[in-house]
């Protein structure tokens, strides 16, 4: 796994997350159905789509 992630915030803008803890986080904290993630002023819906955006950034990146 890659130590850091670029994803893109609400408004379209690519933050960097440390890969390792943003993930664990969504997993124990948004892992289901549709929250908001705040990062460091920026946020994020976290549906489905993303939680499969992650993991297929994640093993792209194995």
């Known amino acids: ?4 992630l ?12 440390d890969a390792k ?3 664990k986080h969504i997993k124990e904290f948004h892992h289901s159905g549709v929250s908001m993630h705040e990062e460091r ?3 994020f819906t ?7 955006m ?3 950034k994640i093993n ?3």
């Open 41 to 43: 002023g920026h946020y």
């Open 21 to 23: 803890t943003f993930l």
């Open 60 to 62: 792209d990146n194995d």
């Open 54 to 56: 992650l993991d297929k």
């Open 6 to 17: 670029i994803i893109q915030d609400n408004r379209g803008g690519n933050v960097s997350v």
């Open 46 to 52: 976290v549906d489905d789509n993303f939680r499969k």
């Open 1 to 4: 796994m890659r130590d850091k």
